[in-house]
């Protein structure tokens, strides 16, 4: 009889073990993909909701998917900070694990980087003029002019992504948590004062 129960209670401790060790760590916060995964509605709505500050939490996350994945050693928030440098690296990587390596796909990889350099670029510049009080009201525009080309860049790119971990419509990560709609709170308020200074600053030049 106490031969019998040894070798069963060993097997009861080893699954409880492996149940600890599956409840340890929340499933939605592992890291499964080379890259990071989010349905298309989900980034428009936290890009546009924070007024393109997702767009830092979304540079950083896959950074962080790609160094783990691939052991490099980067540093996703200097990456994410420093964009501008960074994103064409990042746009090639993400493509670059496609199967279909065509021609076409290289290009839309070059041109997506390019835009996004350029219209980041000018939009720095116009906020630069503006807080000098040149071009004004017209400066203070193009940072709202350029974002839905930003927006394109690293939508078309996020497309990219999810095809390349096989989600394609980012399933995985398609719903808003506490903390996407604290964001979206705080963006939202970004949003309304945007809109009243930009209100202030025309009427005090055409008034």
Not at 2 to 24: D, N, Y
Not at 183 to 194: E, H, I, R
Request: with cysteine; aromatic share 16%.
């Amino acid at each position: 009889m106490g031969s019998l129960t040894i070798p069963m209670r060993e097997s009861l401790m080893k699954v409880k073990s492996k149940k600890s060790k599956s409840k340890a760590i929340p499933t939605s916060e592992l890291i499964t993909s080379d890259f990071y995964v989010v349905s298309p509605k989900k980034f428009l709505i936290m890009f546009l909701g924070t007024m393109g500050g997702y767009a830092l939490y979304w540079f950083y996350r896959h950074w962080e998917n790609y160094k783990i994945a691939s052991g490099h050693n980067v540093w996703p928030a200097v990456r994410a900070f420093f964009s501008i440098f960074f994103a064409p690296i990042l746009f090639k990587n993400i493509a670059s694990k496609q199967v279909d390596q065509s021609k076409e796909m290289s290009k839309k990889v070059d041109l997506l980087g390019t835009s996004y350099v350029l219209a980041y670029v000018a939009s720095a510049a116009g906020d630069r003029l503006s807080a000098a009080n040149i071009g004004n009201p017209y400066t203070i525009f193009m940072s709202l002019i350029l974002m839905p080309v930003i927006c394109w860049c690293l939508y078309q790119t996020q497309l990219i992504a999810n095809s390349v971990c096989n989600d394609p419509n980012g399933e995985s990560n398609n719903t808003l948590s506490s903390l996407n709609y604290l964001w979206l709170v705080l963006g939202a308020c970004y949003w309304v004062f945007t809109i009243l200074f930009l209100r202030y600053k025309f009427l005090s030049v055409y008034m």
